[in-house]
């Protein structure tokens, strides 16, 4: 709702482009730059001055900024999407750096910057206010209505299941929120997760888990490859003994030590690319696995609580005892990476919580509350409404 969802799909194609192109430049380039100063290292003029050099330096350096700018978009266009989705939970409209920094788990002062260049650049619908030395995020056309389901009274807004109906006590409050022109409400659906793990996990998880402890393998193993060669060609280096017998045999087309040894040290150059590429590989895998564990562990958690938000303090430990942040921070990065599904982090009375299976049924009839079924616009909205009325005054004629 909030994000200038266009722009961002154009951006993201981009990104993909960028990051193919500049790891190209990068290994390619870098590797050829490196293999000359190696061969030629006795003589830098000659490597300095070697036919592809200059134009290697250039590509390296056009492939690294190529990299750091896509990488860095990529990582704010996901804040910005996490931004969008706090936003839209937000049932006062106003939405406070300090809040979010406590969702987000960054220091106030760089969530205003963030929140200042996300309007700026993928966001929309909402300005910037400054509240008592904090700044505010004011969401456009956000009207907010509860009703009591209880009685059925109808109640100013409140935060999403905090409060009780002033006329019978009532606490189970169901939110109606009207932004952009567009109607949808949200409600809890915890009872799809009682005794039910898997209602707060991702589908295929176990798929994915199996897929990326392959991935963590096989990285493990080509880097392992890659070190071992490194360190055994490391050796060669050294030992005369080997390069003269290399030397002298019928099959060598290398008739010099020091063309041995420079061909010694590019063994050694390809070895550590191989660990320099595969690393990155274990480590992404390593992350995602525990990410994996990590939902498994608080879905079955989550299945067994009776309350629709879940305390830092109360979750469970995952693995080694850790602090209530740590934890916290674990499953901030489970829902980010899409492993945790039906629940958020949200600020409650300036503390952070899980919120558990909080649902938002958008295109909701006005009259009857009955929810829409694929409407994209006003147009088609109007259009179905009549639809239902024609039908009911039909029915009504009949009778």
Request: with cysteine.
């Amino acid at each position: 709702m909030y994000l200038r969802e266009k722009k961002i799909k154009k951006l993201q194609v981009k990104n993909a482009l960028l990051v193919c192109l500049g790891l190209f430049y990068v290994f390619t380039c870098g590797y050829y730059i490196v293999s000359e100063f190696m061969y030629y290292r006795d003589d830098l003029y000659t490597a300095w001055h070697a036919k592809s050099m200059v134009s290697s330096i250039v590509l390296f350096i056009v492939g690294s900024v190529l990299l750091i700018h896509a990488l860095t978009s990529r990582n704010l266009i996901g804040k910005a999407t996490f931004f969008s989705g706090y936003f839209e939970g937000s049932l006062d409209g106003l939405v406070k750096s300090n809040d979010l920094a406590k969702v987000v788990g960054h220091k106030d002062v760089s969530i205003r910057k963030q929140m200042i260049c996300f309007r700026k650049r993928y966001m929309h619908k909402f300005e910037l206010l400054e509240e008592k030395g904090e700044m505010v995020a004011k969401l456009y056309s956000k009207k907010v209505l509860c009703e009591c389901r209880n009685c059925g009274a109808t109640i100013e807004k409140r935060i999403f299941f905090t409060g009780t109906c002033p006329y019978c006590n009532g606490s189970d409050l169901f939110a109606k929120v009207l932004a952009d022109n567009r109607f949808y409400s949200i409600v809890t659906d915890a009872k799809s997760g009682e005794k039910n793990p898997k209602f707060y996990l991702s589908k295929h998880l176990m798929v994915k888990k199996i897929l990326y402890l392959i991935l963590t393998g096989f990285g493990i193993l080509i880097a392992f490859i890659g070190l071992l060669m490194a360190i055994s060609e490391t050796s060669y280096y050294f030992d005369k003994e080997y390069q003269k017998e290399i030397l002298l045999s019928a099959n060598n087309h290398l008739y010099s030590y020091e063309l041995i040894k420079a061909d010694i040290l590019d063994s050694i150059l390809f070895a550590m690319m191989m660990v320099v590429v595969f690393t990155p590989l274990v480590i992404i895998g390593i992350k995602r696995v525990r990410s994996i564990i990590t939902a498994n562990i608080c879905a079955e958690f989550f299945s067994k609580s009776s309350k629709p938000f879940i305390h830092a303090d109360s979750l469970p430990d995952m693995g080694l005892p850790s602090k209530s942040i740590k934890k916290m921070e674990r499953v901030r990065k489970s829902i980010h990476y899409g492993d945790l599904k039906n629940c958020t982090m949200e600020v409650h009375e300036g503390k952070l919580m899980v919120a558990l299976a909080k649902k938002i049924v958008k295109d909701q009839c006005h009259s009857c509350g009955g929810a829409i079924v694929g409407a994209v616009d006003e147009i088609m909205y109007v259009n179905t409404v009549a639809e239902k009325s024609w039908a009911l005054l039909k029915k009504g004629r009949k009778n």
